[in-house]
């Protein structure tokens, strides 16, 4: 049985971890409390820093982020770690050393490291993702640190709910992993070229500026003008991104490449500048609020997507009602257009049948 | 100026090669003539075999592709290839000789190849994807093929519309990698081990057969009982899959590995035989049917989704409305939850607000 709402909430403010963690649970199970919850803590979020970290399978994010957070709490600073990332040491795809070095942290109540399951979530994780953000946020924690595996747009939704998203890449990566970068050049604020001791750093490092010059930080001046023929999709997306919000003639931010040897800590004290460096950019100019408004209204059409469904589902639209179209339309019996028109009209009362 | 729908619909079924071309951007464009043309030719649907074939970059999978493709046409099945994976050749990721190799379809009318952009979709990549395979059935390819790079729900979901999943694997390739064949176990109706003439083919083919006893296919009689703990996610997904309408004693698919060397040819005809045996078995006992239906259900969901969507918006809720309420909800004025069940309310008229 949960507690009481409103001491749940009280506890989980106070950073108590027991009520945190039942409170991640409620959020991935999807239970009604956990939105109750979520809108009694919501008015003590906002102070917490979001930083996302993302980049390929075996870039070493798991280690840099455990760096990080060892680094933020040296200064004292509250941390939660949310590790998205079915490669991840966190969600059990690690060896034996990695699970001993996070076990580092045991005990430090300054310090709270949850996993997101990453199955069965069917779309759903950005938005779990983000709840125990704000979660974390309200628990009074001030650097939230949100690791994704940068492969999938899942992956880049994830981390874009961010206030900064770091992208890790290595040396000597292959072609076709390479050609998954472009997706990360157009999101990342920073970037860490990590294991830079490994043969290749400089090439990646010019491959990195190569690609910045070709896909300009959303903040530039100058995003729509080398945009051309088939990037019409990117310029769309620029024109939505938190960037192009910036006022025109402030200081642009250009993504800083950060090279690091995550094991033996090497470059983190970089890392952690640069990142608060962004971080100061971001609040002047009311930047992180312009950035902040575009992630919510992302969010308020993904939040609005979902209710839209379930009072449907409610309003008689429910499995059987789908299995039973399903299977009409498979036969050939039912033109699925005209269902869905149908059906919507249906929905939405008041409106006239198509 | 599009031509008239009834006419171009005409010349879509008879495969003309450049009405099924504007079609297709017609689709990628979201233009709404691109859904009153699928109406037209949906009753010429059905009859094609649609094939995913899906695996991490690096696995050959375009090669595949094309080899595949290239089987079909000398059997003179007319063949569709839809290309929806940014590591392919098809959509501008490769080599001159991986194009140059492509073009030796040019000229044939009983090939039709078409990438898609996997670009600026933002989730509808897989609706996309579904639309352009129902248009190539109409168009009256046999064999429709859908290549697709592996690694995240996106594309996940774009397979799983097709009739036969063929996941593709390479001896050698990184735990990180090996770390994302969990996901794509679970979907493969045939296993293909490619580059098979690389060390450690043994290897990855026990990794398969050892995880395939973990993860039983759906349609096995014994996917309930060995699942347990964190499973769960993955067994409700089972319950929904198409394999759980198997009839009860019905006999079970066993996804075969098959090795093959793409580059040369080798072991084509035993994954063509393969893909056959498993069409004649999903055709017996009207399995394709149910695999089907469960499709048109997912579809169906998601269309009636975006559906609600375009409706809400017409209704007012449109991106400047979003741009305010987020904006109050970023700066702590507005809890979102609130707002989403009033707009909701307000959307839903006729029921009382909550």
Redesign the interface.
């Given at each position: 049985m949960p507690p009481p709402i409103e001491n749940w909430a009280e506890r989980v403010c106070s950073g108590d971890v027991l009520a945190i963690s039942r409170a991640i649970t409620a959020i991935e199970n999807h239970q009604p409390e956990a939105?109750e919850l979520?809108?009694v803590v919501?008015?003590k979020?906002?102070k917490a820093y979001l930083t996302g970290i993302t980049g390929a399978?075996?870039t070493g994010k798991s280690t840099l982020v455990d760096r990080l957070a060892a680094f933020y709490r040296r200064q004292e600073e509250a941390v939660g770690v949310i590790a998205v990332d079915?490669?991840s040491p966190y969600t059990g795809?690690a060896i034996l050393g990695d699970r001993i070095r996070m076990q580092g942290h045991a005990g430090d109540a300054g310090m709270f490291i949850r996993s997101m399951?990453t199955?069965?979530?069917?779309?759903g994780l950005a938005r779990a993702t983000a709840e125990v953000a704000l979660l974390l946020d309200a628990a009074g924690k001030d650097q939230v640190l949100i690791e994704t595996v940068g492969?999938?747009?899942?992956?880049v939704d994830i981390v874009r709910l961010a206030d900064c998203v770091v992208v890790v890449m290595v040396p000597g990566m292959?072609d076709?992993?390479q050609?998954?970068k472009?997706?990360l050049m157009e999101i990342g604020d920073i970037f860490v070229l990590n294991k830079s001791d490994r043969e290749g750093a400089d090439r990646v490092e010019q491959e990195i500026r190569g690609l910045q010059s070709l896909s300009p930080h959303p903040s530039g001046p100058s995003s729509q003008t080398v945009l051309k023929g088939?990037d019409?999709?990117?310029a769309?997306?620029n024109a939505q991104s938190p960037g192009a919000l910036a006022p025109e003639g402030s200081i642009d931010w250009t993504p800083p490449v950060i090279r690091t040897i995550a094991t033996t800590g090497e470059g983190l004290p970089a890392l952690a500048a640069a990142i608060n460096e962004m971080e100061a950019w971001l609040r002047s100019e009311k930047r992180l609020?312009a950035r902040?408004?575009?992630?919510?209204?992302r969010?308020?059409?993904a939040?609005?997507?979902t209710?839209?469904?379930r009072?449907?589902r409610s309003?008689g639209?429910d499995?059987s009602v789908?299995?039973f179209?399903?299977?009409r339309?498979?036969?050939?019996h039912q033109?699925?257009?005209?269902?869905?028109?149908q059906?919507?009209t249906q929905?939405?009362?008041?409106?006239k049948p198509a």
């Open positions: 939105e979520l809108r919501f008015p979020t906002g399978p075996g079915p490669t795809g399951a199955r069965g979530f069917l779309g492969v999938g747009q899942d992956e292959g076709d992993i050609n998954m472009a997706g088939h019409f999709s990117r769309e997306s609020e902040r408004t575009q992630h919510w209204k969010r308020l059409d939040m609005l997507r209710e839209l469904m009072r449907a309003n639209f499995a789908l299995q179209h399903a299977a339309i498979a036969s050939g033109d699925p257009w005209q269902l869905v028109a059906l919507t929905l939405f009362q008041g409106e």
